[in-house]
């Protein structure tokens, strides 16, 4: 089977204004949530990325209709009487696992498959399950499928996360809008993508307030009364900061429009630390550089913490930078893998358990290189523009798992990269 890889080359710049599309990590639940809508819910600035083509094709095997038009996305949920997900689709992507919120809330159960699809750590649904046994949901395993059930009926429950888990939040959400009473969320995530999941429940019909705010409340509506909706995404606030961190690397300016500011203020206070000058719009970012990149400390944390997702970059940025950087990983255990390959590029990369120690070097070299993961690979093509002669990335399907398009928008931009078939 022929292979596509990356090919980018050394490149004076990239500057220009870039179109930000819809967040993956939104418009994968909002799909979800359309089971509870129970008809034709219309869902714009969808991105055409695999994980939402896998995400679709899971609401297809439960007996919905999925049409594309543009990046618009109509669900039709209206005969989605099935709660079993296949292994198959299951597998390739993390995300799945948010359709037990919504398959409990509709059906009062579930079967599905454990997820897969990603390696940057064990990403344990621990947490996921027992919100959802707070609510009176019964787990039980076998053959890889995790069945739950609800023999007793559901009931309202108040709930403390240990950590504030996106996915563990909105599960919880998108089950608990159906059960009578009132249910809260306590130490609940507050990334935009939860604010955007509970504004489209509360078009449908459900009653959320708090969302954006470690407490959340939900107060039960009956499944009847909910109605399906149209509803816009939000921008994607990582496709936006990786986009930025080439106008920071190369110079810029880089625009990127379509996205809140407010989305991005911890990674655009680091870019200012590292040197760079940033502009806002209500609906742009600009970032541009023209003195050195200076070295910088970070670490990630839940929102409005500095994101683990653009973690990678920004070692990019700290592995030119003058002086040496610090950057801790306290979110997934495994996200240094990327380390190594900038490393296989010039990069002086030492990593001691969930700290990465960078000491700045003057020029990356090309060289070949893989994707070890969805953001690292989207930087590991960034550093290829930088980079002495030419960078071969390889494993590039882990970047169409969350970027449209990504090596056009670059061109557009006036980088020198292509996509080759080998």
Known sequence: MAEEIIVAHESENVSGVVQIGGAKNSALKLIAASLLGQGKTVIHNVPHISDIHIMSEVLRSLGATVSWENHTLTVDTTDAEGYKTPYELVSKMRASISILGPLIGRQGRACVAMPGGCQIGARKIDMHL?????????????????????????????????????????????????????????????????????????????????????????????????????????????????FLTAGALLGGPVTAEGIDPSFLRMALMKFEAMGCGVSTTENSITVGRTQPLRAIDIQTLPHPGFPTDLQAQFMLLAA???????????????????????????????????????????????????????RGGAALVIAGLAAEGETRIYEIHHIDRGYEDYVGKLQSLGARVERVTL
């Open 130 to 242: 027992k919100v959802l046994q707070a609510l009176g949901v019964e787990f039980s395993s076998s053959h890889g499928y995790l069945n739950a059930t609800t023999p007793n009926g559901l009931h309202n429950a108040n709930v403390i996360l240990e950590f504030p888990s996106v996915g563990a939040t909105e599960n919880m959400l998108m089950a608990a809008v159906t059960v009578e009473g009132v249910s809260t969320i306590d130490n609940a995530a507050r990334e935009p993508e939860i604010v955007d999941l509970a504004n489209m429940l509360n078009e449908m019909g459900a009653k959320v307030e708090g969302a954006g705010t470690s407490c959340i409340t939900i107060t039960g509506v009956p499944l009847e009364d909910f109605r399906p909706c149209e509803h816009t995404t939000v921008g994607d606030r990582i496709e936006a900061g990786t």
């Open 320 to 374: 030119v930078a003058q002086g040496n950087s610090v950057i801790s990983e306290n979110i997934f255990e495994n996200r240094f893998m990327f380390a190594s390959e900038l490393n296989r590029m010039g990069a002086d990369i030492t990593v001691e358990g969930h700290h990465a120690l960078v000491q700045g070097v003057k020029r990356l070299q090309g060289a070949p290189v893989s994707s070890t993961d969805l």
